[in-house]
């Protein structure tokens, strides 16, 4: 750094050390604000001080650290008084202060020995978990007993069985191998799985054009089917219809960011055409509401928890896969017999009954198939998804409603063949 040339390093590192744990103890002085001070360990001087103590005692001594370790036993003994202490006089069994305190103390050590950005972010973690306890026990209470497994469930998934399966194709006729099969449901399951743990966590009461959002996120084609039938249940009209739309822009937005996963390639070519149909659909979204009438309409204030079901159940991974090989193999026989003009045709087709296994098989192809090929096949298999939600929402929906759900969706199905159409014609 620039400014190492006119003051000491010795210095900088005595004012990241100093201010860093005034920070800690300011923080632990804004936790205890209601609290009597005279049962207190101690906050801002008190944690200044420790800062302070584990700094000059470093510097003394930096390649045995003696003097430094041998604060550092006397501080943890002294904290241990503390804290037996503390027991006795207010039955608090709570160790967070002394945690705090030790951790402070080697503060001098990052700052000494890593990068200013990593000892930042260790300040910055200390202080943000200081002020979530609160935050942690709502948590902690909308949690269900499955939640930690599902979250070990997906660490499994991702961390342990990913890792350790094979990269070459199961066999001939099915040419997938286990790892790229597997990596496919890790990936789907967890944007799905970020999706409900938002759903759930974050905006557990949201409203229903929110419910569309996080729902799309999730899987556009089970919000919409609840959408509907919801707005024909409680007259919620032109916002669910809304909320549906919303719902289906965000599945483009969710099938960019598996395109760039699995293929840059191709996620760079689907970006325009994507975000212009995400464009198209929150844009009809609020043409809905501005010009939607509905005598019924409740202004959509009704809570349902749409998102609650489980992503990472052991079934839904089992069905994937067993679709994903299904669709392997369909799209390599058309290949064969019809060349990339079959695989833009079947991909039409495969799109009414489910997008994910399909779109994930051709993104994983690095040869066999042309970009363009697959490109407009992720397209039109979004182009199919629409219609066939189209027709779930006008059978679920209400009378009233439908007319307007006819117009969205074939406002969104006809800009989706529009913009197909166009980039043929610039990339053919």
Known sequence: MMIEQFIPTEIIYFFLVLIFSLLIGLGQRRHHLGDDESVLFGTDRTFTFIGLLGYVLYISDKEGLIPFLTGLVIVGVLLGIQYFHKIKQQKDYGVTSS???????????????????????????????????????????????????????????????????????ISEVIPISPYELWLAIVVVSGVSYVSYLVKKFIFPDSGILLTGVLGGIYSSTATTVILAR????????????????????????????????????????????????????????????????????????????????????????????????VFALITETVMGRYGNEGVTGLAFLIGIFDVDPFLIYLLQQESGILQLTVTLAIINATNSNNLMKMVYALFLGSKESRKSIALSFLTLIVSGFVVAFVFYLLYR
């Open 230 to 325: 919801r707005e024909k249940e409680e007259g919620t009209g032109k916002h669910s219809v809304s909320a549906i739309m919303l719902a289906n822009g965000m599945m483009y937005l969710r099938v960019l960011v598996l395109a760039y996963v699995f293929n840059q390639s191709i996620g760079m070519m689907l970006t325009i055409p994507f975000l212009i149909m995400f464009g198209v659909a929150f844009g009809i979204s609020r043409l809905v509401l501005r010009w939607g009438a509905d005598k019924e309409d409740r202004r959509g204030q009704s809570q349902e928890k749409v998102i609650n079901k489980n992503p990472l159940e052991l079934k839904t991974a089992i069905v994937f896969g067993f679709l994903f090989v």
């Open 99 to 169: 945690i705090l305190a030790l951790l402070t103390y080697c503060l001098a050590v990052l700052v000494f020995t890593q990068p200013v950005w990593l000892v930042l972010s260790f300040v910055v973690a200390i202080l943000v978990l200081t002020e979530m306890k609160s935050q942690f026990r709502s948590i902690s209470k909308k949690a269900s007993d499955e939640e930690f497994t599902t979250l070990a469930k997906f660490i499994a998934f991702a961390g342990i069985i990913l890792p350790l399966l094979p990269s070459e194709n």
